[in-house]
């Protein structure tokens, strides 16, 4: 590739670095799998065709597993469309495959849309998985492929920050 001027350059890394892959595959079957909720509260909205749950939320699809203070699921056509996950910092956990380390993450908001297979966190969100971590204020994971996006493309200013510890030498 030809080097036109810095901003392409530093573009160019920061783009390849945004979508580095965590891992190669999820479990495949966690896109096929129910969503079940849990929680202490529990109301919904005919008319929005919203559903909203609060306290010690616990959402599953799969080995997909999510926890936060307050989820708001937006249905289209009798089916869960989008979930928002809000208040302290959501969690969550996948396991990519058998026996590999599980995929964490968190952030204060997080929007899961199950037909895309995608979950996005934003402000002050985190990834990790073993030796790797992705920080940023928007990040993009897809469920399925388990491969992160991370940073705004619409601005400079904010930046993406990647850790990539060695692995631990064998004794």
């Known amino acids: 590739m030809k080097k036109n001027n810095n901003s392409a350059s530093k573009y160019s890394c920061g783009l390849l670095l945004s979508f580095m892959c965590v891992n190669?595959?999820?479990?495949?079957?966690?896109a096929d799998k129910p969503i079940t909720i849990d929680s202490n509260t529990a109301s919904?909205?005919?008319?929005?065709?919203?559903?909203?749950y609060t306290g010690n939320v616990v959402s599953?699809?799969?080995?997909?597993?999510?926890n936060s203070d307050k989820l708001t699921v937006y249905f289209v056509n009798g089916e869960a469309n989008k979930l928002v996950f809000t208040g302290?910092?959501?969690?969550?956990?996948?396991?990519?495959?058998?026996?590999?380390?599980?995929?964490?993450g968190e952030a204060l908001i997080?929007?899961?849309?199950?037909?895309?297979?995608l979950l996005v966190?934003?402000?002050e969100s985190t990834i990790w998985?073993?030796?790797?971590?992705?920080?940023?204020?928007?990040?993009?994971y897809d469920?399925?492929?388990?491969?992160?996006?991370?940073?705004?493309?619409?601005?400079?200013?904010?930046r993406v920050h990647v850790i990539l510890k060695p692995k631990p030498a064998k004794q």
């Open 60 to 66: 599953i699809q799969g080995s997909i597993k999510v």
């Open 88 to 104: 302290r910092k959501a969690k969550f956990k996948q396991t990519p495959n058998e026996g590999e380390e599980d995929i964490t």
């Open 129 to 140: 998985q073993g030796n790797t971590t992705y920080s940023s204020n928007y990040i993009e």
């Open 121 to 123: 966190l934003m402000n």
């Open 44 to 52: 919904y909205d005919d008319k929005t065709g919203t559903s909203i």
């Open 24 to 30: 190669s595959w999820a479990l495949s079957t966690d």
């Open 143 to 158: 469920i399925k492929t388990a491969l992160v996006k991370a940073g705004e493309k619409s601005s400079d200013s904010k």
């Open 110 to 117: 997080g929007e899961f849309y199950p037909k895309k297979n």
